[in-house]
């Protein structure tokens, strides 16, 4: 059973997947939310009678499966859609957390974009959150091939960075770069290590 948890959160595009990488290379169990989701959206799985329940079986793909691309552009443009949708979801990916993080031992973090949203945060003993400007997160985002105005949409659906400061244990900086952004990761490290005592 896992001797801490640690939820990971930060919005589109602040850092929070390298940190959650560095974390998985100092031999912490990192478990990636979008990943529990993906389990869910397979073929017969939970997830993918949901999406068919609340959106209709024409968001799944012939062998059964979720849609991905046809959900993301249905609930980035209907709100009200999203917003069932998560609140069907969200409840299964916390079960699966839980489940795995019961079977393993040391740490185990949690990277999820909607933690705060999704109510988790209570759930885990230190949540860490990566935080960055907004205009440089879009700028981050548009980089790394995304359309400015979905990159936008997807920010304006996530929690604002007031609230998951309010709901973190710690705030880890990642606007000013990589080297700032590895400093505050290497001291999560030395932080968690001191807590179970390894």
Do not use: C
């Amino acid at each position: 059973m896992a001797k801490l948890t640690v939820g990971l959160t930060g919005g589109l595009a602040s850092g929070k997947s390298t940190v959650a990488r560095r974390l998985a290379a100092a031999g912490f169990t990192v478990l990636d939310a979008d990943d529990l989701v993906g389990e869910l959206h397979r073929a017969n799985g939970a997830g993918a009678r949901v999406v068919a329940e609340l959106l209709g079986p024409e968001y799944l793909e012939p062998g059964g499966a979720v849609d991905k691309a046809a959900v993301a552009r249905r609930v980035f443009a209907d709100e009200r859609a999203r917003e069932r949708l998560e609140a069907a979801i969200f409840p299964l990916v916390r079960q699966r957390f839980r489940d795995l993080a019961a079977a393993t031992d040391g740490v185990v973090v949690l990277e999820a974009t909607k933690l705060v949203e999704a109510g988790f945060a209570p759930d885990f003993d230190l949540v860490v959150t990566v935080e960055a400007p907004v205009a440089l997160r879009v700028a981050r985002a548009v980089a790394r091939g995304m359309d400015p105005a979905a990159a936008r949409a997807r920010l304006s659906a996530q929690a604002d960075e007031a609230t998951r400061r309010s709901a973190a244990h710690l705030v880890i900086e990642s606007g000013a770069g990589l080297d700032e952004l590895a400093a505050w990761t290497e001291a999560l490290i030395a932080t968690l290590r001191a807590r179970i005592g390894r």
